[in-house]
């Protein structure tokens, strides 16, 4: 058990619905980050957020947001979804905002089917 | 984005040392070079991270050109549960991207 808790694990849903996946980050970690991993590729950075604050943002479709919540627990929400985006959604979270000499630890991850 | 160059996949023999090599030739000064580790089904798991100097830890050993445009992770003996994708990713400011990673197989 890394400290990172991401729920659901597995999720089955249609094309044009909406899902929130949900991510608690290690205790003490103010940063969370976001990642999609489709099969056999790589992890493509989402988004950053600090303390409630969005930091960064990556390849983010316009049909998927989040935000992190006083509680530090973050939350993606996938809308209008398409087959593509079938997917391992990542969370990470680490103790600081600098990405340079952080530590991330991830969680097992979210498991996205759209049919 | 500064980007990051491994081979798609290595393979080794158990109890062999192994040395991933990765090219970061577009690093910034302030970037540091992290690798992490992703076993099947699993999220990535942090190895081992440095900026300038070689970094050792009890994971592994990370040795940083001097240039610091290419770096290599070195397992020094291979078991069979370090199988698995490696990645090489340069931290910056409010970034870290992952590469397309190494695959790495460990045979026994």
């Known amino acids: 058990d890394s400290g990172v808790t991401q729920t659901p694990k597995h999720l089955i849903t249609a094309t044009g619905q909406r899902v929130t996946l949900r991510c608690s980050p290690r205790s003490g970690d103010l940063s969370v980050y976001w990642y999609q991993q489709s099969l056999d590729q790589g992890l493509q950075f989402l988004i950053q957020y600090y303390n409630g604050e969005e930091r960064a943002k990556g390849n983010i479709l316009e049909r998927f947001s989040a935000q992190q919540f006083p509680d530090l627990h973050s939350e993606l929400n996938l809308s209008s979804l398409e087959l593509g985006d079938s997917a391992l959604y990542f969370c990470a979270s680490s103790p600081r905002l600098e990405g340079w000499a952080n530590v991330l630890t991830f969680g097992a991850g979210s498991r996205l089917t759209v049919l | 984005d500064a980007k990051t160059t491994q081979p798609n996949s290595m393979e080794s023999n158990e109890e062999e040392p192994v040395h991933l090599p990765c090219n970061h030739s577009?690093?910034?000064?302030?970037?540091?070079i992290h690798w992490y580790r992703q076993l099947p089904s699993q999220g990535p798991e942090y190895v081992i991270h440095?900026?300038?100097s070689n970094v050792n830890n009890r994971m592994a050993s990370l040795a940083i050109a001097e240039d610091r445009k290419s770096s290599t992770l070195i397992l020094h003996r291979a078991t069979l549960r370090d199988a698995a994708v490696y990645y090489c990713i340069l931290a910056g400011f409010n970034k870290f991207y992952f590469g397309s990673g190494t695959k790495l197989n460990v045979k026994p």
């Open positions: 577009t690093i910034s000064g302030t970037d540091y």
């Open positions: 440095g900026l300038t």
